[in-house]
Each structure stands twice: as C-alpha cells, then as structure tokens.
C-alpha cells in the first residue's frame, strides 16, 4: 500500500514496516547454490536433448548468464537442433525460427549466410501479413538476433511496424495480444515492449521520437499497476487472474524487466521509473531464492541478467553474510554491496545509523562508517567497541555512494534495516534449590546447584510446604539476562506435567512452588516427580535443558469430586501389535478301563450262560415233544429260525446296521413270527389238551 | 432370504478383484486438487509438486477462494486427493466449506493439509475435526533453543531440525532419513482421545510453542515432545491424512537447502525434507501401505474343496493371499504377524499364519469341539498399513449318531452278556416248549 506512493516518505514509511514486519526470504545475490540448481533443473533427457526448441533456449541461454561450463558441451547438439528448424524456414512457425536463431546466437553456432537470408525473408514476410503481438514478437526478436550474429537482417518496414505494435498498447500501459481481442495484459506489456527495441535497434534510420517518448508514458504507466509486498519487494501481476492466459508473477515480471530493459537500452535519455520499484523487482527475483522449476529459474536469472545491465538503474543489493554475531567468537558485522549477480559495487559507502532494540528502543544512533575490505568486497565493523549486550536488534545501514554521478546509474535504495541477533554465552550461577516449611518460612534444606551440568537431587515434600529454586543470569556485559524460554517442569510418573514459567526480577530468577495452593492443580497424585529446568534464548549460546532431579511428593487423598489426571496418549506401537495365540481346550476323552480288564469281564458274563448250559444237560433235557407232523413241524422250524433270525439281527444291530433299518427288518420279522408262533402254539396247546383229555 | 444377497455380494466381490485384477490398478485415482491461497506458492513449492506429477497424479491448482471450486459433480468426487496449502484462507470459495472437505474425507479420500502462521479458523477447524489441534494462540510458532537449524540468516531458532521420526518403514520409506527435518511453524497436538492420529515428527524436549517476538507470561500449552510437527491420520474407511504445521517444509527452499543442527560437526548437504516429504506424500496417496487381500480359503486337510459345513473336531486348513500396492503393481506382503480367529461370539482359535514370502498366509488347525456357527476372521491391523477386516462364515455341527465309536471295549462284558442271555433264551425255547 505504501509502496505505490513514490514519494520519500512512502519510503520512509516502507522501512519502518521492514523493520517491524520479518521479512519474507532473506535476499542475497545469486550464488553458487543457484548454478547447481540450474545445473539440476535443466538436465537434460537421457538423448541429450532439453525437449522442444523453446526449452534448449532456455537452459543454453541460462548457462551462459551464469557461466556454466556445462553449455559448452552442448554445443553440437544443439546447433544441429537449431540448424534443421532453420533449414526449413518457409514451413516454419515464426516462434520455432526465434528459438532456433536465438540457440545459434547462444552457442556461436556457424549457420550459412543463406539459411539466414532465407530466414530473414520469411520473418519479413510474417511481419507484413500478422497482426498479432506474439508473431511480431518472434520475428522481430529472430531478425535483431540474427542482425547481433553479424548478419545482414534488414526489417522492410520499421516505421509501420512500429506502428503496427503500437496499436495494440492500451492506455493504462499494457497491452493486447491481438487487434481481436479486448483483453489487455501485463505479460504482453513486456513482449511489445521488447518487440519495440527490436524494431528501434533493427531500423537504419531513427523512429519517430514522438512515438518513443509516447511509450516511455505507457512504461511510466504500466509501472504504477507495479504490485508489492510489505516488505518492499515489487512485483507484476496480471490484473485479471483467468486460467487459460495466467502466467504468474515471475513469468509476468520477467516479461516486464526484459521489456522495459531491453528498451531503454535502445533509446535514448532516461525513463523515469523510481528507483525503488527496480530494486525491489530485484528483491522480489532474488527473493525467490532457489526456484523449483527450469522455467522459473530461467525467468528468474535472465532477468536478473538484464536488471544488472539494465540503462535505467542498476540495483545495487545490502546484504549479510550472516545475521547472527557471536560475542565468543568475536564476531565483525560484515556488510556486502553488490550487484545482483554479486559483482562488485562501485565506490561507496556504508553506514551504520541507528541500532534499534527488539522494543524499538534506540541502542545506540552514533554515525559509524563501517571499512572497507577491498579484497573480499565487504564492509565490516567491529562489534566489541560498540558495547551492545546479546539480544536481537534492528540494524539501520546507509548507503552512499561515493561518486555523485552514480546516483543516475544505480538504485540503492538509502537506507536499509536489517534484523540482527548478537548471541554470546550467559553466566547461570548461584543455583539454590530447596523445601521450606509453610508457616515458619524456615529453609529445611537448601542445596546449591550447579546448572551447568545435570544434578540428581532428591527431595521430598508433603503439601504443606514449599519448593524454593533460584538462580542467576548474567549477559557477558554484566547485565541481568531474561531469556524467553525459563520453564521449570515437573513431571510425575504417571506422564502427567506441570510447567512453570520462572519468574525473574532484577536480581535473579526465583520460583516458589506452594504445594497447598497447587494439589488440586496436580490431580493429587503423590509419588515420584522428575524436575527439569529449561532456560533457552535466541541471544543465549549456552541454552540448556538440565534434569535436576526427582521431588517425592506427598499429597492428600483426593476428595471424591477432585479433577482427574487428563488422559495420556497410549503408544501407538502397543496398539498394533500382533494378540497372544489362542488354542482351544478340547474336552478330555472320558476315562476307560484297561482292554484286559473288560475281556475278563467279557468272560466272567459268559460263565453263567455255561452253567446254565451244564445245568440243562445235568437235567437231560430233550425236545420229544416236537412236533413230528410235517405240517406242524415246518411251522415250529421256521418259528426258531425267526427267533434265531431276530437274535441274529439284534447282532447285526451292533455290528453294522443302524436303528432304522434294524426296525424295518424286525416289523416284517414280528409279522412272520406272530403268524408261525401261532400256528406252533395253537398246535402244541391242542396236541397237550388232547393228551390230558386222553 | 440370506443365501441370494450373500451370493451377490460374493460375486460384486468377485468382480472386484476381478477388475483390479485385470488392470491392476491402483487402490486410488490420481487426481489431486491442489488449493492454495497464493498462487506463488505454485512456483516456490514446485519441486514437492513436480514430485508428486512425476509419480504420475494429475494436479489441479486452484486459489482456495475460487468461486467455481467444488469437489463432487452430479454426485462423482471429480478428486481423489486434496493438497491443502492454503493456511490463511478464511473461506474457500464455491460450494467447498469445512463439512465438503470432511464429507471428502469421510468418503475415503486423501489429503495433505500445511499450516503456518497465518492459519485460519477454517485450517483449524478442519485439522480438529482430524483429532489435532493446533496450539490456539495465534501468534504461537515453536521455538527450540538446542535442536534448532543453524542458519547464519536465521536467528530466532524458529526454523528447527527435527529428526525425532516415527520408527515405520512403510510411512517414511525403508531408507532411513539421515539429514534432519527443517520445520518453521505452528506446533500441534494429537489428541489423546483420537487413537488414530500418529506424531510422525515430533519436536525434541526442550520446544515450546510460543509468540518468539512477546515475552511469556504464561506457561506455553504446548511443550516438549508433546508437540507434533508433522502428524498423521488414518480413518477407519483408510482415508489418509497428513497435518503438517509447516507450509515452508514443503517449499523448494527447504528442500534444496542444507542443514547443520548446532552443536552438530556433520552439515548435510541436503536437508532431510526432500525425502520426507516424497515418502509421507507416496503413503498419504496410498502409494504404499496399502494392502489388499484375494483367494480367501479353507478346506479340510487333505481336500481341495470349500466345504459348506465342518464337523467339530475336523482339522482344517485356512489360507489367504496378501498383497501391498506399490505404486505401480501389487507385490506380496511380506510380514509374520497376521492372524486368523475362528470366531463365534468370542475367539475360540486365534493363530499366526505362516507365509511362503509370495504373498501367501496359511495355517493349519483342528476345529474346536463346540458347534454353532463360526467365523474366519481377519483383522489386520499394523501400524501406517491399511485395515484388513474380512470374514467368513462357516457351521460347525456336533458328530452325527453313527459317527460315534461303535466297539468300546469297556462294553464288550456288556453285550457278552445280553447276546448270551439272547443264546439261552433261544435254548430256553425249545427245553420250554418241546421237552417232555
């Protein structure tokens, strides 16, 4: 919001912000980290090559801004790429010539001047029949690229192609892809733009100055619609985010930068674009950092490449190597002035203005120059003489430079903050711990502590008394030191912790643990607590976390209403283990005599019916009273033998059939047997009446 | 009644895996939508992006306030995934609110949820209806005064090397993630009550989540090792969802930078989050840990067919093939802890299988000797793995009458003497009737 308003005190206003609000990304200028990036992120395919002609462009003309070895070898690769599109120009798009002509330029590669001229033909040709943005754009941009090789590429006609480019500029400073279409874009600002240098740099006569100083306004104007953080970076945006034609801020601004860059270098006098935006462009491109993509990374160190060379103003980046100074180690502030690709700035000053404490108190506001490494490039200052204790501090630097016909060439921004942490070591000493009794007051037992290592004091306390830990902290300047993080922790067995935050005066830091107030506050859980004390800083090198050791509680019985203990997470792996096996308990097989046993009772069943035997014969009995008639004696015969039969089948019951089939059998034996039993009775009764009568 | 709807759902079944059979395919789709609030974070987490896209998912970036955002059409989900890094969003745009995306999840989708300092009540709220909660002071970010990154640009110990990981290969990756884990931003808590969620990275002892600009008043809520980094959660409908209370540990930034954690010699020239990241995404969509389980069997021994009933005391032989989703095909699950109940009210035999190390699990196991109707069941349930849970149901019947012991030799005295009995009555018969 401030950013938009150019005036000084806009500026002002932005520092202040800076100095309030971190940060996004820290920015330095491109480093080796970018190389190997680039490096990783445009390797190319297994067949040595980058994709479609656009992509070999990119990562060629990347290796080259950054002076990667690695383009070298790409060379015949990509020149034989470069050399078959170019072969063909007539059947061409004009989008593949520019890459391939651009890729040639790249590498040096040797093309015939009669490819080029036929090249150049086609372009022309493009140029007369399109009324399209982009198309102008490749084919300007393949004829400037085939004239900078040294070869002859004249435009036919620079003045109505001008003209014809200007015509799609719309009045808030951008522009339209095409006379078709209504809407106007940032992206496209940029293209023209650089379609325009082309057209200025390819005519052999000077275009109209008119129309030049004509779209220097429309620069002016695309850069009030310029979009920024708080932090003072700038950045372009397309105002209408519509899916199909959003490029996003980096390929948009790179679009812009190329632009505006590639056209004040053609022209001549100055375009009046604040010197604030340019440098925060270069934030915002170096505040990407690392980028993620080839296209991003391309986007990012070209128009780095152009911001360093650009004829507008120079972005000339404050930053530190390092923001954290040790006190131990006796650190020098060291500041770096540098372009944005890290070349060396020219002659300049640097001073440091104001150091600000982290509640915006003023430290110290001395004017201190900081001296000048010419070696290393970097500024320095010795910290020590200026006698500011550990904490963290907003540092002010100013920059002036030194010869006063710079300030037209290079955008330094004035006056730049910096936040900076001074660490160094705190001395804790005095470390008391104890258990005091409530109503006396009187310390029963106090035992000095040393803090600088883990001690295993053991203490035990009931409710009605009070634990009592005290220590002191002091800065390598003398001063008493509040560090942000002085928890003491108490932890029963049982997992459940209590954290306390250690009150510090001005003298030392001192807790005083009431148990009365605090067992509802402790569950009344008795038993075994683990003492920790945490003291950490950002300032403080030496940050522990000590185990003290154990306090043996001794509490009341909790009342029925007392809060419980909240519950503890379970551990996940005590979940998900495998059960204990489960095997079932067969029900045991009923107890049985031993074999030999029931065969001798088997045989002792059988003596009766053998005396019963001897007993028939002893008697001397006899059957003479069967009857001797055939018909009578046939029936008593087959009477037997259906007893028999039915004995018989009361054994084969046993030994195979089952109950059904055993019955079925029996009712026809039953049958049989009711009718010749009858017949055999009815016979022998009237055989023994007959014998009576007789 | 029973029979005909339990054969549908049998061949329904059947057809299942005969399709994942047949294309072997994936467990899930490979649609993502990807909601940001910013579309630079587009750019500046490209890298975690093209990682998951050269994985083969479709990623569908979208502002978090687009008004024509939804997750389902005429009733289809048209996502199979959420990646939702969108921290300062109050509300997200067309049909989407809190309850969509949990409906989203609840129907077993997946999602990745980044957080920083800027979270929203929305973020919030929807990572508390995931069982965490984040610390409720808003200008809380944690802070470790001895684990944290040594950055000679970073002075607040607020970017922090996290290495306490959680010990699973199949969450993290078999490859053990040496360099520390550079995390900035709010820490949370799982919730003990919730035994779904998982701290995957935790923060060391000595973090607290604190305002690092204000001096404490108070005790922090959040402290030590109680403070998650990076959780995760697995829903009972397996749908997967990591909370991570960094955005920044996504970013390109943390990924290709180095790492040194002070007082620490060795500097790592890449900080662990690449790694992490690549591995917790794989498993959040389903690219590992996913199991599946065909061909579930049993039959008696020494028989090859599925009997209809068994009777008490048969021995039986079970067997079941698992296989685990790898990214690109099916491949055996190899473990030695899955187990089988045979069930019915309570486990009656509960038995580890054995595995031939190709994805098949047998055993072997008599039938206990009480009869009513059994179940087979599996429940497999392993930490970061998928939820297997399948049944099958089986009778079991006492013996039949003549399935008893016939010749006891305890009874022979028994029988000896009623068919000597039965010989002296037929005897009997005829001194009765014919002696004279």
């Not at chain 1, 506050?521 to 950002?538: I, Q, T």
């Not at chain 1, 909790?558 to 979940?575: I, T």
């Not at chain 2, 759902?9 to 490979?30: F, H, N, Y």
């Not at chain 2, 013996?399 to 028994?414: G, Q, T």
Request: glycine residues 8%.
């Amino acid at each position: 919001m401030a950013g938009r308003r150019p005036a000084p005190a806009a500026l002002l206003l932005l520092l202040l912000l800076a100095a309030t609000v971190a940060p996004l990304s820290a920015v330095s200028p491109v480093s080796d980290a970018h190389r190997s990036a680039a490096a990783e992120l445009f390797a190319p395919s297994a067949d040595g090559s980058f994709g479609d002609l656009e992509k070999t462009y990119e990562a060629v003309r990347t290796f080259q801004i950054l002076g990667l070895e690695k383009y070298k070898s790409l060379t015949g690769k990509a020149c034989k790429f470069a050399a078959e599109k170019l072969a063909s120009p007539a059947s061409s798009a004009a989008k593949d010539l520019f890459h391939a002509v651009r890729i040639s330029g790249v590498l040096g590669c040797s093309v015939d001047a009669g490819v080029y001229d036929g090249v150049v033909a086609r372009l022309n040709a493009v140029i007369k029949d399109t009324n399209s943005l982009l198309e102008f754009y490749y084919s300007v941009g393949g004829l400037l690229s085939i004239k900078e090789q040294g070869h002859n590429a004249a435009l036919s006609d620079p003045e109505s192609t001008f003209h014809a480019i200007k015509a799609l500029s719309q009045s808030d400073g951008r522009w339209r892809y095409d006379t078709n279409s209504a809407e106007s874009s940032t992206f496209a600002a940029g293209i023209a733009l650089e379609a325009l240098a082309g057209v200025v740099s390819l005519a052999d006569a000077e275009v109209d100055p008119s129309m030049i100083g004509v779209v220097k306004n429309d620069i002016v104007k695309l850069f009030d619609t310029i979009k920024s953080y708080d932090d003072g970076t700038f950045y372009f945006d397309e105002k209408h985010v519509d899916a199909t034609e959003y490029k996003g801020p980096i390929t948009t601004s790179a679009s812009v930068v190329r632009g505006v860059s590639s056209f004040a270098s053609v022209t001549s006098g100055k375009l009046n674009i604040p010197g604030e935006k340019i440098l925060g462009l270069a934030k915002f491109f170096l505040g990407i950092g690392l980028p993620g993509s080839a296209k991003d990374c391309f986007n990012q160190i070209e128009s780095l490449s152009f911001l360093e060379n650009n004829r507008v103003l120079v972005p000339l980046i404050l930053s530190l190597p390092s923001k954290v100074f040790s006190l131990t180690s006796k650190d020098q502030l060291k500041v770096e002035v540098t372009t944005v690709f890290g070349s060396a700035s020219p002659p300049l000053k640097v001073n440091l203005v104001r150091v600000l404490g982290s509640d915006s108190k003023v430290i110290t506001s001395d004017n201190k120059e900081l001296r000048f490494d010419l070696e290393n490039n970097v500024h320095y200052l010795d910290i020590a003489p200026l006698k500011i204790d550990i904490g963290k501090y907003s540092v002010v630097f100013e920059i002036l430079l030194q010869e006063r016909e710079h300030e037209t060439v290079y955008a330094t921004g004035g006056r730049s903050t910096e936040n900076v942490f001074i660490t160094g070591p705190i001395k804790v000493d005095k470390g008391e711990i104890g258990i005091s009794d409530n109503d006396a007051g009187a310390v029963e037992s106090v035992q000095k502590l040393d803090l600088l290592k883990d001690t295993r004091v053991s203490l035990s306390a009931n409710h009605l008394q009070k634990l009592r830990l005290s220590f002191q902290l002091t800065t390598p300047l003398g001063h008493t030191f509040k560090p942000h993080q002085v928890f003491l922790k108490l932890k029963h067995q049982s997992k459940v912790e209590h954290l306390f935050v250690v009150p510090g005066s001005a003298r030392q830091f001192k807790i005083v643990l009431d148990f009365l107030g605090l067992v509802e506050k402790f569950y009344y859980l008795s038993g075994r607590y683990d003492l920790e004390l945490a003291v950490g800083d950002a300032a403080m090198e030496n940050s522990f976390l000590r185990a003290l050791g154990q306090l043996e509680l001794d509490l009341p019985e909790a009342p029925e209403k007392a809060p419980r203990p909240p519950a503890q997470a379970v551990d996940p792996f005590s979940k998900f283990g495998p059960k204990a096996e489960i095997s079932h308990i067969f029900r045991a097989p009923e107890k049985r005599p031993p074999k030999e046993l029931s065969l001798a009772f088997t045989i002792l069943t059988l003596l009766p019916s053998i005396g019963f035997l001897i007993g028939l014969m002893r008697l001397g009995v006899n059957v003479k009273n069967f009857p001797s008639l055939p018909g009578p004696a046939a029936f008593a015969s087959l009477f037997h033998a259906g007893i028999g039969a039915v004995l018989l089948l009361y054994v084969l019951f046993w030994v195979k059939l089952d109950l059904f089939t055993t019955l079925k059998y029996l009712g026809f034996l039953a049958v049989f047997l009711v009718f010749v039993g009858h017949r055999t009775l009815s016979y022998l009764s009237s055989a023994s009446t007959k014998q009576k009568t007789a | 009644m029973v029979a005909p709807r339990h054969l549908a759902a049998l061949l329904l079944l059947l057809l299942a895996v005969a399709t994942v059979a047949g294309e072997d395919e994936g467990p899930r789709g490979r649609r993502l939508l990807v909601l940001l609030d910013d579309l630079s974070v587009r750019s500046s987490h490209s890298a975690f992006f093209g990682s998951l896209q050269a994985r083969g998912f479709d990623l569908d970036f979208r502002l978090a306030d687009d008004p024509k955002l939804s997750l389902h059409r005429y009733g289809q989900y048209l996502y199979d995934g959420l990646v939702l890094f969108a921290p300062s969003t109050p509300r997200f745009g067309g049909s989407v609110d809190q309850n969509a995306v949990l409906e989203f999840i609840d129907a077993g989708h997946d999602m990745i949820l980044a957080a920083d300092s800027t979270a929203s009540d929305l973020i919030r709220g929807i990572a508390t209806e995931c069982g965490v909660d984040f610390d409720e002071d808003q200008e809380a970010m944690v802070i470790d005064h001895i684990n944290y990154a040594v950055m000679d640009v970073e002075g607040d110990h607020t970017l922090i090397a996290g290495d306490d990981l959680i010990q699973s290969d199949v969450i993290l990756g078999s490859k053990k993630i040496e360099a520390p884990i550079l995390f900035r931003g709010i820490g949370h808590a799982a919730n003990p009550s919730n035994g779904l969620v998982l701290k995957v990275l935790s923060a060391s002892p000595s973090a607290y989540s604190a305002n690092p600009k204000t001096k404490l008043g108070s005790p922090p809520s959040l402290t030590g090792s109680a403070i998650s980094l990076v959780s995760v959660m697995q829903a009972r409908n397996n749908a997967r969802v990591l909370i991570s209370g960094s955005l920044d540990l996504f970013s390109n930034r943390f990924l290709k930078s180095g790492v040194q954690k002070v007082g620490s010699k060795t500097r790592h020239e890449r900080a662990g989050n690449e790694q992490f990241v690549t591995e917790t995404s794989k498993w959040v969509f389903h690219m590992r840990g996913h199991l599946k389980a065909v061909s579930v069997k049993h039959h008696k021994v020494g028989e090859t067919n599925e009997p209809g009933m068994y009777r008490i005391n048969d021995d039986l032989e079970y067997s079941v093939e698992i296989y685990e989703w790898s990214g690109t095909s099916w491949k055996p699950y190899v473990a030695d802890d899955v187990q089988v109940q045979f069930y019915m009210m309570s486990p009656y035999v509960l038995k580890t299988l054995s595995t031939d190390k190709k994805g098949l699990y047998s055993t072997s196991f008599k039938v206990p000797d009480v009869y009513g109707v059994f179940q087979f069941k599996v429940e497999y349930q392993r930490l970061g793995y998928t939820c297997l849970s399948f049944t099958k149901q089986i009778p079991v019947r006492p013996y039949r009458h003549n399935e008893y012991e016939r010749f006891i030799a305890s009874a022979y005295p028994y029988y000896t003497a009623s068919f000597s009995t039965m010989g002296a009555f037929f005897m009997f018969s005829f001194v009765y009737l014919y002696h004279k």
